[in-house]
């Protein structure tokens, strides 16, 4: 199984709910920032990391004719409704291996969140992978964190989360910043008319929805614990760390 450490399936599936959920909040209520036309038919989207297709299922009830798309969500674990949603297929894939040669220059859109650092010190190589899926005049979008370490106005607990990430993504062989050069690795993937949106957000009472303040500390303190889970699994004999994963705490 790919090292994606999760302290449960269903807990995963509920903290990217709610990270999506607060996010689209400074998107003023978006789903995408793209150009993309939903009133057109037969659009053909992919959603890499895709947890359990929420946002595809969001992405589909935007759509004037949503029975003539294709829809596609991959993930590196099966976290999949079963059935999947009506119309959706979610499949298995790793974004650092070969993507199926069919989907090259098929896709009207592709959408990414939140799994570059997967890639390690390759990043370059999936961004230029996964752009060879979109067709002449189609769009890619990745969103990622940039976080601000140096900002005096972090408070010690959220500095500490930081820093621990800091440190998860460095095994990996990811910078803390790697998300700043996003826009340059797009262009040299082949793209143009190439654009960099930085969303301040805000984290419990700092969220512009109080509705929200909630929410956004119950994911954040989620992602917490997977990094603890990816910190003791990464210097762990294989049998206990899959005891850990399954009593983490």
Known sequence: MPDYFVASEEAENKRL???SAAVRAYMDGNLFLAPIDTTRSNLKVLDSATNNGFWLSQFQETLKDPNSATLIGT????RFPKPPRPGVHLQIQDIN???PESWKS?????HQTLVLFQAGPKQHEAIHSLGELVKPGGWIELMEPQY?????NNEPAFK?????????WAMRGTKSDFAAGLEGMVKDAGFVDVKSVLLPIGIGPKHKNPEL?????ESTVGGGKNITIAGR???TPPYRCAHEVDNPF
């Open 17 to 19: 709910e709610q990270a």
């Open 75 to 78: 993930d590196l674990q099966d």
């Open 97 to 99: 291996e070969p993507w």
């Open 106 to 110: 098929t896709f009207d859109y592709v």
């Open 148 to 152: 601000d370490t140096s900002s005096e």
């Open 160 to 168: 500490q989360f930081l820093d621990m990430m800091s440190e998860l």
């Open 213 to 217: 303040a909630d929410v956004s500390v």
């Open 233 to 235: 699994c990464k210097s």
